[in-house]
């Protein structure tokens, strides 16, 4: 692995888990690790564009759930096929797929992987309530033994579909500064 100067100054921030049932998830983790309370998502090409798959146009959707901050833990359960998740669940079944790490540029970030040989997976952007926010999986399984993800938060969060559990008061999470 190349010295990559954008990558090394994001912060590690999520570990993705993909799981078969979200709600058993949400029950099960919060149980065994006092996890919670969960923010809810469902990301479909109705709210993030131009999601990507191998290079080419997707058209799937995933439910998440987000808790935490030391890492992030981020439950993940697919909708439709032809995925970067349904690889990892083919191969492995289902458990840690991902590492994500925070970073400032996801454009420059990713150019930067791309140059130094490392294949971009699947992709999306603009989940954020302006329109922002980029997520891409890289396929660094060779050199670090699992797949990253490079995350650019949006600038301000949409409302989350869902809280769990139900009632749950959630902090709204800090702003990311803009650079």
């Known amino acids: 692995m190349l010295p990559l100067p954008l990558l090394a100054s994001g912060t590690l921030m999520q570990v993705g888990v993909v799981v078969p049932d979200l709600d058993a998830a949400l029950e099960r983790y919060s149980t065994a690790f006092g996890l919670g309370p969960w923010i809810g998502f469902r990301l479909t090409p109705d709210n993030v564009r131009d999601l990507?798959?191998?290079?080419?146009?997707?058209d799937y959707g995933i439910d998440i759930a987000l808790t935490g901050t030391g890492p992030q833990i981020e439950l993940i359960q697919v909708r439709g096929e032809n995925t970067l998740y349904h690889e990892f669940i083919d191969?492995?079944?289902?458990?840690?797929?991902?590492?994500g790490v925070k970073v400032d540029d996801a454009v420059a970030t990713t150019d930067e992987l791309v140059a130094a040989g490392y294949e971009v997976l699947q992709s999306g952007h603009g989940y954020g309530s302006n329109g922002d926010g980029r997520f891409v999986y890289?396929?660094?399984?060779?050199?670090?033994g699992w797949i990253l993800e490079i995350i650019q938060p949006p600038a301000v969060r949409r409302e989350p579909d869902f809280v769990?559990?139900?009632g749950a008061n959630v902090p709204a999470p800090p702003t990311p500064p803009r650079i």
């Open 52 to 58: 990507t798959y191998r290079g080419r146009a997707a």
């Open 91 to 99: 191969r492995h079944g289902y458990g840690i797929q991902h590492l």
């Open 138 to 144: 890289f396929d660094t399984v060779a050199d670090l």
């Open 164 to 166: 769990w559990p139900r």
